[in-house]
């Protein structure tokens, strides 16, 4: 029979091995591919499993002869060292290979200690114990895993509570700051003031500023709903107290609106939509007030008139309030006209000689329109 190399021609020294498979000494025979059926009888045939060679990967007739328990005489490969963890014979040169032999011939204990070696790795390589030890390296690879995450997850949650912390401080200082720059020139008033104030009077004001502000986190709740699916009441509210802190502590009220639209942008609504949202916010708020004037004068127009020297001048700042309030709601609900009345103040300013590039303004508004 002839024998089959694995990578044919390619295989190094194929010329060589090739003359000595043609030309083989008399005490060797090669067998070729041995069909599977007949490999268990070939190798119950042997007394041993010699592998000589120089170099070798995972042969699987080491796996298949210690499957029958058949001892191992290999040449001392460094590779083996690590697979088949010293349960064999070994050697590195003939006279080695053949005191080897000698001894398991001669030897029965010898050879009953080698065949328990090849069948102590045939139950490690057994498909149970590979299926075991993968299992094994899964699972604990699974356990380091989940560990990693949490150990991330606890870490990540204790500088978020560090960065709670934080901003805890810092509104706590910016709130004393605030109270601080509010109170250090009639500190004195203020606290005779509260102090002669009865208690319940005193929770029902504080009560109502909490209410005041809660509203305004519900309608927030309801605009930011219309950009995001899950806007919650809890996020409104959020806003909301927010502005409210930060309005309170920056010069004219300006820094609410910014903070409220940078939280927003955290919870999932984009700035401009955001910035959409604080405009409605606005008319809303305009609105409720002129409103609000609106009922006071009607009732006690008389009694205000002759409360202050200065009512004309409020009257003259409630009818601008009014003008833009309706103007606002003109651009909100009749675009076209906002449309139109602007390229007519277009053409007007241009005429006066104030607006130098009025293409470009009508094209700002062309695109707004779409």
Known sequence: ?????????????????????????????????????????????????FVPSYNELFPMTILEAVNLHVPLVLRDLDLYKDILFNRYMHANDNDGFKNCLLKLKNDSDVYAKYQNESRLLSEFYSKEHVLNMWREFYLSAYKDKQEEL???????????KQKYA?????????????????????????VKCISQMNLLSLVIVLLWGVLFTAVWGFVYYVLGRKYAENYTPGKGMLVAFIGSFFSGITPSSTGGQFVQAYIMKKQG????????????????????????????????????????????????????NAVVVVALYTIALFPNLYIKLSRILVQVLTKLHILKNPEKTVGFLDFTSD
């Open 1 to 49: 029979m002839g024998w089959r190399l694995s990578f044919g021609r390619i295989t190094d020294g194929y010329e060589e091995l090739k003359k000595l498979q043609e030309n083989p000494p008399e005490n060797c025979k090669f067998l070729g591919i041995v069909p599977r059926e007949e490999m268990v009888d070939l190798y119950n045939m042997a007394d041993v499993l």
């Open 150 to 160: 949490l150990n991330k997850k606890n870490r990540g949650f204790l500088c978020k």
């Open 166 to 190: 934080l901003n805890l401080l810092l509104i706590l200082a910016l709130t004393g700051f605030a109270l601080w720059f509010a109170l250090k020139d009639n500190y004195q008033q203020v």
């Open 269 to 320: 609504i984009k700035v401009s939509d955001g910035a959409s949202l604080l405009w409605a916010d606005f008319i809303i708020y305009q609105t409720t007030m002129m409103i609000y004037v609106s009922v006071l004068f009607l009732l006690r127009f008389a009694y205000y008139s002759a409360q202050s020297a200065w009512f004309n001048i409020i009257l003259l700042g409630y009818i601008v």
